[in-house]
């Protein structure tokens, strides 16, 4: 007995030691985190990267949400904080300045392609055709009738419009944790409330109130991944709900999309400019971290590379559409300063 | 007292007349029980036969059997790095480092697109997208390190069995509703019709799932997608619990019951113990994430953080039951011991901890298991990343069997991972099994024996 409890201290005590010891290694693997809609393509780059250069170690993309990302990627510089935020916006200014004031300046902004935001619904429901104006009478708590702002009235979509089926509105939205959730704001409900002729004489301040007040009774904010949303759409299949176009296009076998101002989205209609809810994608290198962090350096090179995420690349066969080539090389270049 | 006053042959009389309602109330009570177990069994077999249901196709995988010829003219590469005579060790490694880097920029998807070419019937018409969908994509790493284990393969043709794609295996299992049209589906309608050529002239069959345990997880090829990275990353969690909270739980469970004078200090560490066991585990989670991460600068998403906050996790359990193991020893085998002269340490650990070592050991092994299955205070300490590498030390990143269950939860192509899920949810609950087993046989022994 007297035995084993000496082992178990003296393991207790190598424990420790090997714990104080490893603080002093530097890290030698490129830590990753940020945007759920980044993420399946940063993985994938990842493994292909630890697959194809045997010199180094295949990065771990750790998620969290593109603000999450930031708020990591913003702790600071050195071995416990991540060397790439994954993002589906671009950082926001309070962000940037969140970052230098933990002394991290150097922040190299890449991207590298696009991604469409697609409204999709159960496979078996009703076809929709959707226009900006119609979703945000949908969705906006508040919403104009005969020149004048009223609680929302409506229950169904053929109410909206007698184009849409006759079915009850339910919506499944990112909520605000999420990079595409801004994107939806900025690209559909704003422009929608613009169009939908909101009564004159209002403030700003009223006028925003108008666009981001939500109605709580069909709406509802998913936190969590696109599963989350289809899990929504399985239960009630009368919702709508919001997702990145590379998850609809792996799924299509269950959810049918919605064509928005008579465009269907596909990695075409993105890539040409013609389907309007579209977004740029991004990750941001530490710069301070470059040349302390094997890799780090060549993963970036190697992300932006043609067999990635050029045309035909390998990205693209996981739902990314690309960037024209010269934008890619001026990224590249600025990167490279 | 009135009742004092009744006569024999009332109180007879109360006694009968409340005894039909006293029997009603014991049978109503027994179906009661016997509802409450038939809805608890229902429910319990509800979920393993839709885990079942769900997992057991997973176990079995779509093979791909191919005859690929290192083709020279496809394969444009210099010959291998040979160590020159008095070339130094560095000076090698970078000539073969370099000799590899070019080796992985090849193509060595033609590769694999002739060897399908080849296995497909004469003058089948596909394009090369297309045919490329039917193995998966890790294929082509799995042929270049073939050839770099082996550079005089060039110009050799062996056959190899690679790892049908993803959507090839929702495709042969009916994953995917076989009906739907051209539009709905993820692979086009030639690639179909050959995976279906494919399988019945046997290049392609169906084997057991090695990759499921062989693996680490993958997103690129999910085909390929293992546990192999979370087992090794719950193999050092489970180490540095064992390794830390049971000495440290049975000793302070010894010194608490044993050595500890009762005084209101005491009462309060108990009451706290006691407490300290029924806290939400997302807490433990914040608590590690705050004092491991944060403050000792701890690496992110290492089972050395995860294995420390699950120990933190699992000390109250320990404890309690060792104190309870401790209580329940006879005074009289303490006062023998002491009578004896034994001095008190002697006592507790010569007499009084032999006889509780069963059941310190079951409550043990189920904290562990307890601490195996946890989820939320991973996801905190940043151990939900993806890792596609295998933890060789607890302090490289790592993800655990439970965080894997939910990272595979999540992914985009439903279709193949649902099944792959439920898979690892049947070895997670073999591991529960395995281990609740073992403890259950050790007590019997070990108690027979004391």
Known sequence: MKTALYASAAAVALAAFGTTSAFAQSRDTIQIAGSSTVLPFSSIVAEEFGATFPEFRTPVVGSGGTGGGFRQFCEGVGDNTIDIANASRPIRDSEREACLANGVNDIREIQFGFDGIVFASSANGGDFALTPAQLFKAIAAKVPVNGELVDNPYTNWSEIDASLPNQPIALAIPASNHGTREVFQEKVITPGAL?????????????????????????????????????????DPNTVGVFGLSFYDQNRDTLKVAVIDGVTPSLETVAAGQYPVSRPLYFYVKGEHLGVIPGLAEFTEYFLSDGISGNGGILEGAGLIPQPAEVTAEVLAAFQQ | MTDTTLSAAERRKLVRDGLARRHLNERLFRTFGIVAICLALGFVALLFTDVLRKGIPAFTQSNLHLEVTFDPELLKIDAAPVRAAGQSDADFRSARLGWERQVAMLNWNTIIEAGLRDAAPAGFEIESRQLLTISESDA????????????DLLGQT???DLLASANTDNWIKGNINRDLGDAQQQLSAPARALIDIFEQDGTITQGFAWSLFTNVDSRSAPASAGL????????????????????????????????????????????????????PSIVFGLLGAAVF????????????????????????????????????????????????????????????????FPSILTATIIGVAQAMGETAPLLLIGMNAFVASVPGTPIEQATALPVQIYLWQGNENRNFFEARTSAAILVLLGFMITLNAIAIFLRSRLEKRA
Do not use: C
């Open chain 1, 195 to 235: 169009a939908s002729e909101l009564p004159e004489g209002l403030s700003a301040e009223e006028k925003t109130a108008v666009e981001t007040t939500f109605r709580q009774d069909v709406v509802v904010e998913i936190a969590g991944d696109y599963t989350e949303t289809l899990a929504r759409l399985t239960a």
């Open chain 2, 140 to 151: 082509r790493h799995r042929i270049r390190q073939l050839f770099v284990n082996d550079p």
């Open chain 2, 158 to 160: 062996i056959s190899v």
């Open chain 2, 228 to 279: 192999l990275g979370a087992l090794m990353g719950t193999f050092w969690m489970m180490l540095i619990v064992i390794v830390l909270a049971v000495p440290i739980g049975v000793g302070s469970a010894i010194y608490l019951e044993e050595f500890a004078p009762k005084s209101r200090l005491t009462d309060l560490i108990e009451v706290n113990i006691n407490n300290l066991a029924a806290v």
């Open chain 2, 293 to 356: 991460i944060n403050w000792f600068r701890l690496p992110l998403s290492a089972p050395l953080a995860g294995g420390l906050v699950l120990t933190l996790m699992t000390l109250p359990t320990i404890i309690i039951a060792t104190r309870a193991a401790l209580k329940g020893v006879s005074p009289a085998l303490r006062q023998a011991a002491l009578g004896m002269g034994a001095s008190r340490t002697q006592m507790v650990f010569h007499h009084v901890l032999p006889v509780t």
